[in-house]
């Protein structure tokens, strides 16, 4: 039927799903159609396909040519942006050393032993600063270097790190 012009068929020509793979919406929600030939995608999936292609300046520019007729698209700045975000939040994982699984949280018996700096930090989980000979608990991770209150941190959800999110313990 669609072949043939008949059907009014929803799905996505990239992804071949009805929903989008990225924000789980229905075609109607996230859903475009190709001016020139009328053939549907995801606005997430055709960013995503766009990524995918090697002529940087059209990447660039926030277009993409459809997958079916090449006819020049726009994507949405919003889109571009998540993906761009998306790429930045990921790094590059082959120069990163992988961390361990758990690392070990330090327990600090007075905050002002860490500096001023650290002193007026605020703990992720109740937002509150830090007073001097208040006791915290210091994530493991050494580029996060997140401050928690002895109470918060028994509050974190599977003991990750609410910064980072790298599982953390205290011996």
Not at 15 to 26: E, H, M, V
Not at 125 to 148: D, M, P, Q, S
Request: charged share 25%.
């Amino acid at each position: 039927k669609q072949i043939r012009g008949q059907g009014d068929f929803k799905k996505c020509s990239i992804c071949f799903s009805d929903s989008n793979p990225y924000t789980k919406g229905n075609f109607f929600v996230t859903g475009r159609y190709c001016p020139n030939c009328t053939t549907p995608f995801h606005i997430h999936c055709l960013a995503g396909w766009a990524d995918s292609q090697k002529d940087h300046v059209i990447k660039r520019s926030g277009t993409a040519r459809c997958p079916h007729c090449f006819y020049l698209l726009r994507i949405p700045t919003e889109v571009s942006q998540i993906q761009k975000l998306r790429l930045l939040s990921r790094g590059n994982k082959d120069e990163q050393p992988k961390q361990p699984e758990i690392l070990p949280a330090k327990f600090i018996e007075d905050v002002a032993h860490l500096g001023e700096e650290m002193l007026f930090n605020a703990c992720p989980v109740c937002h509150l600063i830090f007073e001097k000979g208040e006791k915290a608990i210091l994530c493991g991770n050494l580029e996060c270097n997140t401050l928690y209150h002895e109470e918060c941190f028994k509050k974190l959800k599977n003991d990750h790190c609410k910064n980072c999110d790298v599982k953390l313990h205290l011996y």
